[in-house]
């Protein structure tokens, strides 16, 4: 078993609560159908935002969902890069698999698919 990260983004088009939190979680229920992993496989989950979204913690997004309850979670901001994309959501989602390296899906959805265009699926 190892541990693998996986990395995913997204961006809002509002710095509003409902626009991030749903954004985070249509992100996570990405990574998780993509790479086929539960809540009880994953070690941890580290959220950052840029730092014009301040509007909630994106955390409680995944914190209100199904079996997530006891996964730590950590919130943080981005370093203010100069010319970043904003309003972007990142994940990485520390999970236990057999998987190697190469069979991790990431996944960056709406703007934030321009960050790896070589990770983007057609």
């Not at 014009?52 to 890069?81: H, K, Q, T, Y």
Request: aromatic share 4%; charged share 20%; proline share 7%.
């Amino acid at each position: 078993m190892y541990v693998r990260g996986i990395r995913g983004a997204t961006t809002v088009e509002r710095n509003e609560e409902p626009h991030i939190l749903a954004a985070t979680a249509e992100l996570l229920e990405a990574i998780v159908v993509e790479n086929g992993v539960t809540p009880e496989e994953i070690g941890s989950v580290f959220v950052t935002v840029t730092p014009d979204l301040d509007a909630a913690f994106p955390a409680a997004a995944i914190r209100n969902m199904a079996g997530w309850e006891l996964v730590p979670l950590m919130c943080s901001v981005e370093i203010p890069v100069k010319g970043a994309l904003p309003m972007c959501i990142r994940l990485m989602v520390l999970a236990n698999t057999m998987k190697a390296q190469n069979e991790i899906v990431h996944v960056y959805l709406n703007e934030a698919k321009k960050l790896r265009p070589d990770l983007v699926k057609g």
